[in-house]
């Protein structure tokens, strides 16, 4: 699938810092270690209505990372999917009368516009669900052949995966069964379904039914794949064992990306599939997670066609750490847009404050498990020196610019 296209990122003087991340598997801040090449997938869109800001902020947060590698010197790797056939998708579509197909394809267009509106470095690769089909369907006979996956015999063709064929599992997520079993059947898991050998399964291929689309399966039948193999398959054929991290908003914690860490070590033989999981925080309106399902969303194509400066609301969602749950308000918004207003005068200024310390200041605070509040309220201290006329540095207007634009991705 086309990807969407990049910006240049200003080459900064000297060193970037070695990245630190909270990992949710071991519920700690840990470095994280990439060995030349850094990886990195991230779960994409499932592409049924527009870019909300929540999408935003975990796009932004995954963006930070991989500046922040690049800043340190490693190339990066990064994957990001589309879950373009899944069952929210054809329930809208069938709600509004639409092709799913062509739902999908102007979703993810838009999408791809708001990234770069958004100035979010392209992945490296970016794959829709529907073309990895074939590769999806090889891993789950390969899981079949290998016991570690079951058919039921209802005759629905359904095949769904043994979680005693992984014995780690919760090991990432670090829930009580208890919070497992509700989590699963609020986030698209079948408990109840019966024929299972344990509620926790998560379904691996839905055969075919009629009304649905279904692709060939070889020895599966026909029918499609279920959502964590989906995004184990992808990172796995084009990152490999292991990844160094695994990404996206706190709502995949569990089960999705318990399930996808399960399905890609019972396939690789090794553990843990990545080593970092990374979860950001959800955005919320008017105290509730921004939801397509529940629909209090803000767009970010809307905000674009009302004339707000994409880099303010990037501003306006780096002021909150990217781990806390937090709400999108007008505030937010306006407080954004006065900051870009004032670090803009200050690029602006012919001299201003040490422009050394501040990259320096910036590069360390990002380090720190990404701690934006941290890195603004820093720069915001050296604009006001700037605007104060305190500084006499040369180079320091022309360093605030090129830091900023380079690890946080605002252009001044
Ligand atoms: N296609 C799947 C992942 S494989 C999916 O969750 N799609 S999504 O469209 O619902 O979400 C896309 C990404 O945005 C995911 O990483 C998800 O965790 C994140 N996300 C969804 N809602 C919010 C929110 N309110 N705040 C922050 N991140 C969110
Ligand atoms: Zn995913």
């Known amino acids: 699938m086309e990807s969407w296209v990049g910006h240049e990122i200003p080459r900064l003087p000297g ?18 270690r990439p060995s030349g090449t850094a990886t990195m997938y991230v779960c994409g869109i499932t592409p049924y209505d ?24 490693h190339p990066v790797s990064y994957v990001q999917n589309v879950t373009d056939i899944d069952d929210p998708l054809l329930e809208r579509a069938a709600r509004d009368g639409e092709d799913w197909k062509v739902l999908a394809m102007r979703e993810t267009a838009l999408f791809r516009e708001d990234m ?38 209802d005759g629905s063709g359904d095949v769904y995966f043994d979680i005693a064929a992984a014995p780690r599992f919760g090991y990432e997520s670090n829930l009580s069964r208890e919070e497992m079993l509700a989590l699963f059947a609020e986030r698209g898991g079948d408990p109840e379904r019966a024929g299972k050998r344990d509620p926790l399964d998560p379904l691996l291929w839905r055969g075919a039914r009629d009304g649905e689309p279904s692709w060939p399966g070889g020895s599966l039948g026909p029918g499609r794949p279920g959502w964590h193999i989906e995004c184990a398959v992808i990172a796995l054929n084009l990152l490999g064992y292991r990844i160094d991290v695994q990404g996206g908003g706190n709502d995949l914690l569990f089960p999705h990306h ?17 080593g970092h999981y990374v979860h950001a925080g959800m955005i919320g309106l008017d105290g509730e997670k921004m939801s397509k399902s529940l629909g209090n969303l803000v767009f970010v194509s809307r905000l674009r066609a009302d004339g707000v400066d994409p880099m303010a609301v990037r501003l306006g969602l780096l002021s909150g750490h990217y781990r806390s749950d937090r709400e999108w308000t ?6 954004g847009t006065q900051r870009l207003a004032r670090w803009r005068e200050a690029a602006a200024a012919p001299q201003g404050a040490a422009g050394a310390e501040l990259l320096a200041g910036v590069r360390e605070r990002l380090a720190d498990d990404l701690d934006t509040p941290g890195a603004l309220a820093l720069i915001d201290r050296w604009v006001d020196a700037t605007l104060a006329g305190a500084g006499r540095d040369p180079d320091g207007p022309r360093l605030l610019a090129a830091t900023v634009d380079a690890l946080l991705g605002v252009r001044l």
Request: net charge negative; charged share 20%; glycine share 6%.
């Open 330 to 335: 007008d505030d937010v918004l306006k407080a």
């Open 258 to 274: 318990e399930c996808s860490a399960a399905h890609a070590e019972r396939l690789t033989g090794m553990a843990p599939f990545a």
């Open 116 to 153: 770069e509106a958004l100035r979010i470095i392209p992945p490296t690769y970016y794959v829709g669900a529907v073309e990895s089909i074939p590769a999806i369907a090889e891993k789950v006979r390969t899981l079949l052949d290998d016991g570690a996956a079951y058919r039921l015999d």
């Open 15 to 32: 060193n970037g810092l070695p990245l630190s991340l909270y990992d949710s598997a071991r519920r700690a801040v840990h470095p994280t």
């Open 50 to 73: 527009a870019t909300h800001l929540g999408h935003a902020a975990t796009m932004i947060t995954f963006d930070l990372v991989q500046r922040v590698w690049r800043d340190a010197g």
